[in-house]
């Protein structure tokens, strides 16, 4: 999986549809997404709902992964999978409030 960017509508990803996680999101979209920021020791823990993206311009912008590249045209094209992460809520982790009341912010 790989971000591709983040707006007011959600969170994008893309990733492969030879993959697993395609199949395993359709069956259960809720996901948690988390960000480490090494130099502040704190996580971002992002939870919400996969949503598939059936958008040829969206699609079409994605970073080309090495496998969608060697493949090329729309057989390429068409092995992306977009997916936009809706109805996020988010909160800070840290060693030191582990064991605190999770305090949510809606994105």
Not at 3 to 24: H, P, W
Not at 72 to 91: E, F, P, S, T
Request: proline share 3%; aromatic share 8%; with cysteine.
């Amino acid at each position: 999986m790989r971000m591709y960017r983040a707006d007011e509508k959600g969170i994008i990803f893309q990733t492969s549809n030879v993959k697993d996680l395609c199949k395993q999101l359709q069956e259960n979209p809720h996901v948690e997404l988390c960000f480490f920021s090494n130099e502040k020791n704190i996580q971002i823990r992002i939870s919400g709902k996969a949503t598939f993206v059936n958008d040829l311009d969206l699609k079409g912008n994605c970073p080309k992964t090495s496998l969608s590249k060697s493949l090329g045209g729309k057989k390429g094209i068409d092995m992306i999978i977009v997916l936009r992460i809706v109805d996020c809520v988010a909160h800070q982790w840290t060693m030191e409030t582990n064991f605190l009341p999770k305090e949510y912010i809606n994105l």
